[in-house]
């Protein structure tokens, strides 16, 4: 019963180093989401966008045919002078756009402050559940499920709030952009959340005392009672 446990939470923990990876790809990467300008004349340049939880990356494309899938500014992965900033409210001193300052500001502080909650209870999982492999040590699974656990609802709600952060771009007056689709780095946040959040409670379900199978076993375990 011992083995069988410990692989369980062997093939848990593999599958939370999967998610550990996609949560540290989401947190340091850029490209959460990506906006772009409308074009209305070709053989001309725009400004398409790409950001994260620190910092704005801006693309001067030069257009020459439409955009396929709509009238934005792209690909972003067309050639182009690349540009990238960090908000001026984690590098003081540096100057910053209408955009960068009134829009993306308050929600990206918090998204990044949530997120570094998440890769705080992330890293105390890992640390609580390697030290339960060691003998007589498993009563840190608990903790560890619990820990990965948290550390899922924290990265998924990093998710709502650069959701709302680009409602909010493509909805005020202040900025060009009209156009908008969600990159690679919201797609690892998702999957780490799912990955985390799961792995979370299916260690937390593997560190519990397992039930007997029938009521009877109970019974048949206990010690007889001795009679003076």
């Not at 069988?4 to 989401?33: C, E, P, Y």
């Not at 500001?105 to 105390?124: D, N, P, T």
């Not at 003998?135 to 709502?160: H, N, Q, R, W």
């Not at 493509?170 to 156009?179: K, L, M």
Request: glycine share 6%.
């Amino acid at each position: 019963m011992l083995e069988d446990k410990n692989t369980k939470v062997r093939i848990a923990f593999f599958v939370i180093l999967v998610g550990i990876s996609s949560m540290f790809a989401a947190v340091v990467t850029d490209h959460w989401a990506v906006l772009s300008p409308r074009v209305e004349k070709l053989n001309t340049t725009c400004d398409a966008a790409h950001f994260g939880l620190w910092r704005l990356c801006t693309k001067r494309i030069y257009i020459q045919e439409p955009d396929p899938k709509g009238k934005g500014c792209g690909p972003i992965s067309l050639p182009g002078e690349h540009n990238c900033s960090y908000f001026k409210h984690f590098t003081s001193g540096e100057d910053a756009k209408l955009f960068e300052v009134k829009t993306q500001k308050e929600y990206s502080i918090s998204a990044a402050a949530i997120a570094i909650i998440g890769v705080g209870f992330m890293i105390l999982g890992t640390i609580s559940i390697l030290i339960s492999f060691r003998k007589g040590m498993d009563y840190l699974l608990k903790p560890a499920g619990m820990f990965f656990t948290f550390a899922g609802l924290c990265i998924i709600i990093s998710v709502e709030v650069m959701r709302q952060s680009v409602k909010r771009m493509i909805d005020s007056e202040e900025t060009t952009w009209i156009e908008y689709y969600y990159s690679w780095s919201f797609a690892c946040a998702c999957a780490a959340f799912v990955l985390l959040f799961l792995s979370g409670i299916a260690v937390l379900l593997i560190s519990m005392p397992q039930m007997p199978r029938n009521p009877w076993e109970t019974c048949m375990d206990a010690e007889p009672e001795t009679q003076e």
